[in-house]
Every structure is written in C-alpha cells, then in structure tokens.
C-alpha cells in the first residue's frame, strides 16, 4: 500500500447501476471495475488506491442483487464502505464477496479526501489527522470471521478443509 | 396451549417460522430458513455459480427445486451475451434441471404462470426484483449469487427475522390509477429506503380487488421501497389465479397477518385520492402527481419489464391506445413480460391496439430495463414502466428516464409530452 488511506465521499442512495455498470455486466470483473462509479465519480475507479475507504450516505448499494458491485470496490483494493445505513441486499452481498461494510450514524461529517482507517473489530472509524473518530454499529461476530476470511467461499472453503479426515 | 393464547403474529413472521420448522420466530432473531424453491437468471445464475460449486466440489440440493430462467441476455446481441446464454442452456442440461424456461420471458412473470410460486412457500430468487412472488402469500426475496451457491449446496438460507410495516389502502382507486402508481407515490413519500429491509405487507379494500398481476408490481417494487418482501394476503383472487394454471392449492393455509400483531408501522391510506404518478430522473422516489409533469416532450415511450408489461399493463395500455395513434417523432415500444402474456394479449385483441397505434413490439426479456443489451441513445427523453430510472441504467449517461404507469406512458405516446392519462379514459 502506498500512502494514507483516504475517503472517497459519496451521498445518498448510491445505487447498483453507478457501481456496477449495466452495460459492462457481462464481462469479467477487471474490465467491469474499471467503470465502478463512473457516472458519479470518473475518475474514482483509475485512482483509487488499495486501502482506500468509500464513506456514503443513506441506502448505499439500493437496487440490483448483482454482486459485481461489492466484487468491483473489492477489487479496486476499497479496504471498507463506511455508510449512514446500506440496502440489505448489498449489505448481505458485500459480507459474502469480503467487502467489509460498517454502519455509522455520522458518516456524513467525514470529509472527501481525508485520511480514515477503519477498525473493524472495535466498530470505529478514525481520522488521525483530524484526531476524530466516529462509533460505528459492531459487526456480529460471525461475519467479522467471515470476513476475516475473504468472504463467504473461502471461509466455507476453510471449514470444509478443516473437518475433511483422512 | 389453545389458540388465543399464541402470540399474535404477522404473516411475514408465521412464513419465516414455517421455513424455520418452528412453531413462532420473533422479528430480529436470526433464524436458518428451510428453501422450498431456488430461482436463477441467465446472469446471476449458472454462469456465477457453478464455477463456486466447481471450486467446492459441490453439487446442485435438489434439481427439482432449482429454476432457470434466460430473460437478461435475451435477445443475445454480441459474442459475449451470447456466450452467457449458451453456457446457461448448457449447465442446466449437465446438470439435469428439468424447470428452464429458455426465452419465454422474465422470470419474475415466468414463474407465477407456470405454477411453481404457492402461499406459505420459502422462496429466494437470484435478482433484486424476487420479492414479486410476496404477492402470492410466499416469503420471497432477492440474493446474489454467493449466497445462492449457499443455497444450492445446502438448501438453507439464514435469515433475521423482519418486523411488517403494513399499508392498508381504503376505499378504490380511480380509473387510470393503478399498482405502479402506487408503488412511485411510496417511493416518494417514504423514500428508497422506506422499506428498511423489513417485509412490507399490502392490505386493504383497494389491494384485495386488484388482479394478481397488479398485486405482483406492488410486491415487486417493494425492492425500489427498500423492503426485504413485499406480502400480500392470499385471497379468492390467489386461489383464482393458481387454479387457472393447474396448481393444487391448499385454501386453509391461514397465511395472513392477525388483527393485533405487533407492526413497526402502520400506514392507513386514502385510495381514492391517489393520483397517477410519475417520477422524475434519476429516481423511483422523485415522484408527484403526473399533472406536474404535464408537457415534457418525449422521444420513446417504453412498455417493458416485469413491474410493467405484464397482462394487465398491456390492457391498460391498450385501453388508451385503442383508436389513437403515437404522436410523431415518438417511439413507442413494447416488449410484453412474457411469451404467454404476449399470446393472450393477442387472441384478445390488446396486441392489435397496441401495434394499430404504431408499436413496435419487442423480445420477451428483461430489455432496456435491465440495460444489458439495446440501450437509449445519447439525450434520449424516455417515459417508462420500467421499475427505476438510475442514471445510466436503460442508456447513455446523457439520457433521462420519467417512469410511470402503463396508462401514464400510453397517454404520453399519444401526446408527445408527459400527460395525466384519466383526460383519455372519459
């Protein structure tokens, strides 16, 4: 990772068609992350760095169930989407694919452009520069391990291998 | 323990408790949910899944309760959706999945019409707009493919359980006002995420006399509300309908909300004083009363997709249509939501209003909606009955999409610009 983390601020009900292109959902998802966010942001998906953290406002990810859109932000290297509440069906497909999302009631004061890490385990966003940092609703367990291990497959991966006996 | 001292539950809890094979669930326990039924499309389904159950070495619960649907890539316009639909066809004849319905229309329409959606099923579809099968008293909703890949190697599915904002709609609605404008006039009201991912529950004098079709585009835009399902009641109008298509159905089956269950709301509306509706780009919720909207030129008007192409859309449409002719410069398309539809709308007579007024009738698939193949051009000004209007989603960035009803997008054809269609039903 090369320099701080830093926000990438969106608004309000950010939805799939903005994340996930429908014109680019039929090829693999290099090609298809390149054009994450472009109708809102065109240059995020060329200059986000690995680390980086989306901050939001309300209903992000509202729309389609295509799991594109967390694969994309996962794969442009977005460390955490940090939102005022999210669409349940992003929520549940961004858990599966190891996109972590964090629920933060103020996420609206968090500024684009600054420095934010996110510390999951302890459900708080950090601003070192500002020397603030915003409580976030904890993670269940289950799917803080879940996420620990990439995501749904791989943690199913990891369980299957670990009761496989000889 | 006697009846009256059971709890008193919603329906979408008494669904939730059956797929959990317990005898009460209470909103905000986590609770894995037995699935009766699995439904996939041509881009969520097989060609994301089964390279997941390749890696795991896995195979497919039960084929029988798996069903695929081509409707996305449909017609195939490149080598790449092409491809997409060949794998599909593929993998399901491997696979030995006996329900594929192979361009016969969009899945949410295709499965209701061939009998595989009953009250009191656990259902989960491969797409946002799965909630429609609420409409028939079944607990369906929408998940990605990962969590599908869950389903298919397990057959169970966790869920939280969701607490019911009901919406009860007093007295009738006017002619010319209907399910869609329902659903923008919610949109607006309450917003995107009205629904708060809990179940939505539709009731009331005006819900119980729409046909199942109008009842499933309210369950269906229950995703643009933000609710997980949207519920209706079975009813006589349920059982109607599933016994026209062969289902044998169990009319007993007590699937509804009791009158003092706890809701997290209720909200009492006045049918009557619905007005048709239309929201403005790029959202569901920029919606008011068409009126205000009255007199934005059009260039397309577009009857599609499964929240508006069904049956009942077409013969609204037609009923407008029928004796008029689309305003030049205007382009009015229809692409009925599927082959059956389509078949009955033409030994009726709706086909011929349609196409008589100058539409031109397009494949039974998901379409502009899903913009995954033909899409609006650049500063195209659409008027649609389409389900959501995101920026760029149907076409070019630079395009702009106003949804409305099928009477709303029907009267507008005719006009050229955005009218309040009731003028033409007098």
Redesign the interface.
């Known amino acids: 990772m090369s320099g701080e983390p830093r926000v990438w601020r969106f608004g309000d009900d950010v939805d799939t068609d903005a994340i996930a292109p429908g014109a680019y959902m039929k090829f693999g998802i290099d090609r298809m992350a390149s054009h994450c966010m472009e109708g809102l942001r065109p240059e995020f998906a060329s200059s986000v760095r690995p680390g980086d953290v989306v901050v939001a406002g309300r209903n992000f990810g509202i729309g389609s169930s295509r799991e594109q859109a967390p694969e994309a932000l996962r794969h442009l290297g977005v460390s955490a989407v940090v939102a005022v509440s999210f669409a349940g069906l992003f929520y549940r497909n961004a858990m599966n694919l190891g996109l972590a999302v964090v629920v933060c009631p103020r996420a609206g004061e968090i500024d684009d452009g600054t420095t934010a890490r996110v510390d999951l385990a302890n459900g708080r966003v950090e601003l070192p520069g500002l020397r603030q940092s915003f409580d976030c609703e904890p993670i269940p367990a289950f799917l803080l391990g879940m996420l620990r291990d990439g995501g749904l497959i791989a943690s199913l991966k990891r369980r299957l291998h670990s009761v496989v006996t000889p | 323990m006697t009846d009256t001292n059971r709890p008193r539950t919603t329906l979408a809890q008494k669904l939730v408790a059956n797929a959990a094979g317990v005898a009460h669930v209470e909103p905000g326990e986590i609770v894995m949910c037995k699935v009766d039924l699995a439904m996939s499309h041509d881009?969520?389904g097989p060609r994301?899944v089964a390279p997941?159950l390749e890696?795991?070495g896995a195979r497919v619960w039960d084929t029988e309760k798996y069903v695929v649907v081509t409707d996305h890539?449909i017609p195939a316009i490149?080598d790449?959706?092409r491809s997409?639909v060949q794998f599909t066809r593929d993998w399901v004849k491997q696979t030995g999945i006996r329900h594929f319905y192979d361009g016969a229309g969009i899945c949410h329409v295709v499965l209701p019409e061939r009998g595989h959606i009953r009250p009191g099923m656990f259902i989960v579809?491969?797409?946002?707009h799965?909630p429609t099968g609420g409409a028939f008293g079944a607990y369906m909703f929408?998940?990605?493919?990962?969590?599908m890949?869950?389903v298919l190697?397990t057959g169970e599915i966790w869920l939280k359980v969701p607490e019911t904002i009901r919406i009860e709609w007093n007295g009738r609605f006017g002619d010319g006002v209907c399910a869609k404008d329902v659903m923008l006039y919610l949109c607006g009201r309450f917003?995107?995420?009205g629904g708060q991912?809990q179940a939505v529950e539709y009731a009331g004098e005006a819900v119980r006399a729409m046909p199942m079709q109008e009842r499933m585009t309210l369950a269906n835009m229950t995703?643009?509300f933000?609710g997980?399902v949207g519920l209706v009641a079975p009813d006589d109008v349920t059982f109607e309908y599933l016994r026209t298509r062969g289902v044998d159905v169990d009319e007993a089956g007590g699937w509804d909300t009791d009158d003092d269950a706890s809701l997290r709301a209720r909200h009492t509306l006045c049918a009557p004083d619905l007005s048709p509706q239309v929201a403005a780009p790029d959202?569901p919720?920029n919606s008011a009363s068409a009126s205000q909207y009255a007199g934005q030129a059009i260039d397309i008007a577009y009857i599609g997709a499964c929240t508006g192409a069904k049956l009942e859309d077409l013969r609204m449409a037609a009923r407008i249509l029928r004796g008029h002719k689309v305003a030049s410069g205007v382009s009015l398309m229809v692409a009925p939501a599927s082959a059956r539809d389509q078949e009955q709308a033409a030994d009726e007579g709706t086909l011929k209003a349609l196409t008589d007024a100058g539409a031109t009738l397009l494949p039974n698939s998901c379409g502009a909606c899903?913009?995954?193949g033909q899409?609006f051009g650049e500063d195209a000004r659409v008027i649609s009955t389409t389900a959501?209007n995101?920026?760029?989603?149907m076409g070019a960035?630079s395009s702009r999409v106003w949804l409305g009803s099928p009477f709303t997008v029907a009267a507008s054809a005719i006009a050229g610009s955005i009218v309040d269609p009731r003028a033409l039903l007098a």
């Not at chain 2, 579809?125 to 946002?128: E, H």
């Not at chain 2, 995101?390 to 989603?393: E, L």
Request: glycine share 20%; aromatic share 8%.
């Open positions: 881009s969520s994301r997941m890696a795991l890539y490149d790449e959706s997409i579809g491969g797409d946002s799965a929408g998940i990605g493919a990962t969590e890949l869950g190697v917003g995107m995420d991912y995703t643009e933000g997980q959202s919720a899903a913009g995954f899409r959501r995101f920026k760029g989603r960035a």
